[in-house]
Protein backbone atom coordinates (compact mmCIF):
# COMPACT_ATOMS: atom_id res chain seq x y z
CA UNK A 1 0.00 0.00 0.00
CA UNK A 2 1.68 3.53 -0.92
CA UNK A 3 1.93 5.71 1.97
CA UNK A 4 1.21 9.35 2.10
CA UNK A 5 2.73 11.41 -0.64
CA UNK A 6 3.03 15.26 -0.61
CA UNK A 7 4.72 17.72 -3.49
CA UNK A 8 6.74 19.31 -4.37
CA UNK A 9 9.31 18.56 -1.73
CA UNK A 10 11.32 21.63 -1.17
CA UNK A 11 9.89 24.91 -2.32
CA UNK A 12 11.38 28.54 -2.20
CA UNK A 13 8.97 31.39 -2.23
CA UNK A 14 9.75 35.32 -1.80
CA UNK A 15 7.61 37.09 0.95
CA UNK A 16 4.17 38.05 -0.03
CA UNK A 17 3.99 35.18 -2.75
CA UNK A 18 1.29 32.64 -2.29
CA UNK A 19 1.72 29.02 -2.35
CA UNK A 20 0.08 25.50 -2.65
CA UNK A 21 0.95 22.18 -1.21
CA UNK A 22 -0.57 18.94 -2.33
CA UNK A 23 -0.89 15.40 -0.17
CA UNK A 24 -2.30 12.25 -1.46
CA UNK A 25 -3.33 10.41 1.40
CA UNK A 26 -3.08 6.44 1.75
CA UNK A 27 -6.00 4.41 -0.70
CA UNK A 28 -9.09 4.66 1.42
CA UNK A 29 -8.05 7.41 4.08
CA UNK A 30 -10.87 10.11 4.23
CA UNK A 31 -9.32 11.91 6.74
CA UNK A 32 -5.92 14.46 6.20
CA UNK A 33 -4.83 16.85 8.52
CA UNK A 34 -2.30 19.26 8.07
CA UNK A 35 0.36 20.35 10.58
CA UNK A 36 3.47 22.93 10.83
CA UNK A 37 6.52 21.86 12.12
CA UNK A 38 9.48 24.97 13.11
CA UNK A 39 12.06 24.32 15.89
CA UNK A 40 10.63 26.77 17.79
CA UNK A 41 7.14 25.58 18.07
CA UNK A 42 7.32 21.62 17.44
CA UNK A 43 4.06 20.40 14.96
CA UNK A 44 1.47 22.70 15.23
CA UNK A 45 -1.74 21.30 13.75
CA UNK A 46 -3.47 23.67 11.00
CA UNK A 47 -6.59 21.82 10.36
CA UNK A 48 -8.37 19.07 9.10
CA UNK A 49 -10.30 17.43 6.53
CA UNK A 50 -12.77 14.83 6.78
CA UNK A 51 -14.92 14.20 3.26
CA UNK A 52 -14.34 17.36 1.55
CA UNK A 53 -15.42 19.52 4.65
CA UNK A 54 -12.96 21.09 7.00
CA UNK A 55 -13.93 19.43 10.71
CA UNK A 56 -11.66 20.97 12.79
CA UNK A 57 -9.26 23.95 12.69
CA UNK A 58 -6.11 24.85 14.59
CA UNK A 59 -5.35 28.69 15.72
CA UNK A 60 -3.45 29.94 12.27
CA UNK A 61 -4.54 33.54 10.75
CA UNK A 62 -7.29 32.88 7.72
CA UNK A 63 -3.73 33.16 5.08
CA UNK A 64 -4.18 29.82 5.61
CA UNK A 65 -6.35 27.68 4.06
CA UNK A 66 -6.82 23.79 2.49
CA UNK A 67 -9.74 21.93 0.74
CA UNK A 68 -10.27 18.15 0.17
CA UNK A 69 -11.20 16.74 -3.14
CA UNK A 70 -13.88 13.79 -3.75
CA UNK A 71 -10.74 11.27 -4.26
CA UNK A 72 -9.87 12.52 -0.55
CA UNK A 73 -6.60 14.43 -2.38
CA UNK A 74 -6.01 18.10 -0.02
CA UNK A 75 -4.65 21.01 -0.81
CA UNK A 76 -3.39 23.28 1.63
CA UNK A 77 -2.68 27.50 0.70
CA UNK A 78 -0.65 29.77 1.97
CA UNK A 79 -1.53 33.65 0.66
CA UNK A 80 0.59 36.64 1.37
CA UNK A 81 3.66 34.96 2.71
CA UNK A 82 5.99 36.05 5.87
CA UNK A 83 9.10 34.94 6.70
CA UNK A 84 7.69 33.11 9.65
CA UNK A 85 5.92 30.67 7.73
CA UNK A 86 9.11 28.99 7.00
CA UNK A 87 9.04 25.63 7.85
CA UNK A 88 8.36 21.75 7.54
CA UNK A 89 4.65 21.09 6.47
CA UNK A 90 3.18 17.76 7.04
CA UNK A 91 -0.25 16.31 6.17
CA UNK A 92 -1.13 12.91 7.97
CA UNK A 93 -3.85 10.81 6.53
CA UNK A 94 -5.90 8.16 8.86
CA UNK A 95 -8.99 5.95 8.16
CA UNK A 96 -11.03 7.00 10.88
CA UNK A 97 -13.26 3.71 10.21
CA UNK A 98 -14.51 3.64 13.59
CA UNK A 99 -14.68 7.52 14.85
CA UNK A 100 -11.63 8.06 15.33
CA UNK A 101 -10.78 5.46 18.20
CA UNK A 102 -7.53 3.69 17.87
CA UNK A 103 -6.50 4.65 14.46
CA UNK A 104 -3.27 6.56 14.07
CA UNK A 105 -2.07 9.10 11.69
CA UNK A 106 -0.22 8.51 8.66
CA UNK A 107 2.27 11.32 8.07
CA UNK A 108 3.69 12.04 4.43
CA UNK A 109 7.73 13.39 4.03
CA UNK A 110 6.68 16.31 4.47
CA UNK A 111 7.11 19.90 2.31
CA UNK A 112 10.24 22.23 3.22
CA UNK A 113 8.82 25.37 2.62
CA UNK A 114 11.52 28.72 2.53
CA UNK A 115 10.06 32.07 2.40
CA UNK A 116 13.25 34.76 1.64
CA UNK B 1 -6.07 25.36 27.29
CA UNK B 2 -3.48 22.73 25.82
CA UNK B 3 -0.06 21.86 27.17
CA UNK B 4 1.86 19.09 26.56
CA UNK B 5 5.60 18.40 28.10
CA UNK B 6 8.81 16.47 27.29
CA UNK B 7 12.60 16.91 28.38
CA UNK B 8 13.91 18.36 25.29
CA UNK B 9 16.82 16.14 25.29
CA UNK B 10 18.15 12.99 26.56
CA UNK B 11 21.41 10.71 26.10
CA UNK B 12 21.98 7.02 26.53
CA UNK B 13 24.73 4.02 25.90
CA UNK B 14 23.91 1.81 23.49
CA UNK B 15 22.06 -1.24 24.82
CA UNK B 16 20.76 0.40 27.77
CA UNK B 17 17.36 1.39 28.76
CA UNK B 18 15.62 4.77 28.27
CA UNK B 19 12.67 5.74 29.70
CA UNK B 20 10.81 9.39 27.90
CA UNK B 21 8.10 11.21 30.38
CA UNK B 22 5.24 13.08 28.25
CA UNK B 23 3.13 15.23 31.23
CA UNK B 24 -0.13 16.78 29.43
CA UNK B 25 -2.69 19.04 30.78
CA UNK B 26 -5.53 19.44 27.69
CA UNK B 27 -9.30 19.76 27.60
CA UNK B 28 -10.13 16.24 26.00
CA UNK B 29 -8.34 13.33 25.96
CA UNK B 30 -8.87 10.69 22.94
CA UNK B 31 -5.79 9.08 23.43
CA UNK B 32 -2.08 9.56 23.44
CA UNK B 33 0.29 8.72 20.98
CA UNK B 34 3.72 8.29 20.46
CA UNK B 35 6.12 9.01 17.57
CA UNK B 36 9.54 8.69 16.29
CA UNK B 37 11.17 11.13 13.78
CA UNK B 38 14.32 10.86 12.44
CA UNK B 39 15.86 14.26 11.22
CA UNK B 40 14.63 15.06 7.61
CA UNK B 41 12.39 11.92 7.76
CA UNK B 42 8.24 12.39 8.59
CA UNK B 43 7.06 10.93 11.81
CA UNK B 44 6.14 7.40 12.46
CA UNK B 45 3.96 5.63 14.84
CA UNK B 46 5.20 3.89 17.86
CA UNK B 47 2.45 3.37 20.11
CA UNK B 48 -1.01 4.42 21.72
CA UNK B 49 -2.68 4.54 25.03
CA UNK B 50 -5.96 5.21 25.75
CA UNK B 51 -6.64 3.09 28.84
CA UNK B 52 -4.59 2.96 32.10
CA UNK B 53 -1.79 0.62 31.86
CA UNK B 54 1.30 -0.43 29.95
CA UNK B 55 1.60 -1.37 26.65
CA UNK B 56 4.29 -3.56 25.60
CA UNK B 57 5.39 -3.56 21.84
CA UNK B 58 8.76 -5.44 20.97
CA UNK B 59 11.70 -3.29 22.65
CA UNK B 60 9.13 -0.53 22.92
CA UNK B 61 6.64 0.26 25.86
CA UNK B 62 4.20 2.94 27.07
CA UNK B 63 2.77 3.43 30.04
CA UNK B 64 -0.41 6.03 30.56
CA UNK B 65 -1.78 7.47 33.75
CA UNK B 66 -5.11 9.37 32.63
CA UNK B 67 -5.67 10.77 36.11
CA UNK B 68 -1.96 12.04 36.56
CA UNK B 69 -2.29 13.44 33.14
CA UNK B 70 1.88 11.17 32.54
CA UNK B 71 2.70 8.83 30.13
CA UNK B 72 5.95 7.14 29.28
CA UNK B 73 7.42 5.64 26.70
CA UNK B 74 10.53 3.35 27.48
CA UNK B 75 13.13 1.63 25.10
CA UNK B 76 14.63 -1.13 25.85
CA UNK B 77 18.36 -2.59 24.24
CA UNK B 78 18.77 0.74 22.79
CA UNK B 79 20.06 0.69 19.21
CA UNK B 80 22.22 3.15 17.36
CA UNK B 81 19.37 3.68 14.78
CA UNK B 82 16.87 4.62 17.84
CA UNK B 83 18.84 8.40 18.10
CA UNK B 84 16.04 10.61 16.92
CA UNK B 85 13.25 12.97 18.37
CA UNK B 86 9.74 11.14 20.08
CA UNK B 87 6.99 13.16 19.76
CA UNK B 88 4.18 12.75 22.75
CA UNK B 89 0.82 13.49 21.15
CA UNK B 90 -2.82 14.13 22.71
CA UNK B 91 -5.96 13.30 20.35
CA UNK B 92 -8.52 15.89 20.85
CA UNK B 93 -11.75 14.31 21.02
CA UNK B 94 -13.60 17.22 18.98
CA UNK B 95 -16.09 16.31 16.64
CA UNK B 96 -13.93 12.38 16.62
CA UNK B 97 -11.53 13.99 14.57
CA UNK B 98 -7.67 13.70 13.90
CA UNK B 99 -6.41 16.50 15.12
CA UNK B 100 -3.05 15.94 17.59
CA UNK B 101 -2.18 18.24 20.13
CA UNK B 102 1.80 17.32 19.86
CA UNK B 103 4.30 17.72 22.83
CA UNK B 104 7.81 19.73 21.87
CA UNK B 105 9.39 16.50 21.21
CA UNK B 106 12.77 14.72 23.11
CA UNK B 107 15.63 14.12 21.40
CA UNK B 108 17.35 11.01 22.03
CA UNK B 109 21.04 10.44 21.34
CA UNK B 110 22.15 6.67 21.83
CA UNK B 111 26.19 7.00 22.42
CA UNK B 112 28.28 3.86 21.40
Known amino acids: KAGVTQTPRYLIKTRGQQVTLSCSPI?????VSWYQQTPGQGLQFLFE???????NKGNFPGRFSGRQFSNSRSEMNVSTLELGDSALYLC???????????????FGQGTRLTVV | GQNIDQPTEMTATEGAIVQINCTYQ??????LFWYQQHAGEAPTFLSY????GLEEKGRFSSFLSRSKGYSYLLLKELQMKDSASYLC?????????????FGPGTRLSVLP
Open chain 1, 92 to 106: ASSSNRDRGLNTEAF
Open chain 1, 27 to 31: SGHRS
Open chain 1, 49 to 55: YFSETQR
Open chain 2, 26 to 31: TSGFNG
Open chain 2, 49 to 52: NVLD
Open chain 2, 89 to 101: AVRDPRDYGQNFV
